[in-house]
Structure formats: structure tokens, C-alpha cells
């Protein structure tokens, strides 16, 4: 089993920033990326970035491109996600998930989510 926790979230203004923090435990080793995700009432979830396990490699969603930027510390088993002058637009549920299906770029073990609020 993967369980998976967010948090950092919170109430910021245009132009602030914070930073989220996903902590995966058990058998995290299954997943091939860990990725995070967001969803604003009424839409679907939105792919925002993500970092391979065993590699360094990052991928970042095009509105987030230059603001947002995901790292993990494996000593800590933890993946952040850095977001930089955050705008109204990014108020939506955040989201940590980890691929289990690279070459269709499936995601499971989803954690419960941390709220992220801009106000304009």
C-alpha cells in the first residue's frame, strides 16, 4: 500500500508563494514519477508538474512554466512543489500522485489534496 499526505497550502496573496509538500510512505518504490495535480471548482484535475523517481528528470504544465518548480529530497521521501508569484487563476485543490503506468501516463496512490487560495 502507498499512502500519500499534502500539505502546505494556505491563503496568499497575487504574487506570493508557497510551498507544498507531498510525503508518500510505503511502498513507494512502485511509482515511476511522482507528480502533482490541481482542481478548481468545476473543472477537472490539471497536470502541473512532475520528477521521475530514479532520475532528476522534471516536466512542468505550460502555465506554470518559470513560476512552479518541483524537486524531492529521497533521504526525506519528500517531493515539493516551489509556486512563485502565484496568480489568481492557481486557487484549486492541489494534489500528489504517483505514475504507476509510464507509457500511459496513468497516476494513483492520489493523496487527500491541500487547498491553495489567491486572492487578486
Known amino acids: 500500500q502507498v499512502n500519500v499526505v499534502e500539505s502546505g497550502g494556505g491563503l496568499v496573496q497575487a504574487g506570493g508563494h508557497l510551498r507544498l509538500s507531498c510525503a508518500p510512505s510505503?511502498?513507494?518504490?512502485?511509482?515511476?514519477?511522482w507528480g502533482w495535480f490541481c482542481q478548481a471548482p468545476g473543472n477537472g484535475r490539471e497536470f502541473v508538474a512532475a520528477i521521475a523517481r530514479r532520475e532528476d528528470t522534471t516536466y512542468y504544465g505550460d502555465s506554470v512554466k518559470g513560476r512552479f518548480t518541483i524537486s524531492k529530497d529521497n533521504a526525506k521521501s519528500t517531493i515539493y512543489l516551489q509556486m512563485n508569484d502565484l496568480k489568481h487563476e492557481d486557487t484549486a485543490v492541489y494534489y500528489c500522485?504517483?505514475?504507476?503506468?509510464?507509457?500511459?501516463?496513468?497516476?494513483?496512490?492520489w493523496g487527500q489534496g491541500t487547498q491553495v487560495t489567491v486572492t487578486s
Open positions: 510505503g511502498r513507494t518504490f512502485v511509482s515511476y514519477a
Open positions: 500522485a504517483g505514475e504507476v503506468n509510464p507509457i500511459k501516463k496513468e497516476y494513483g496512490y
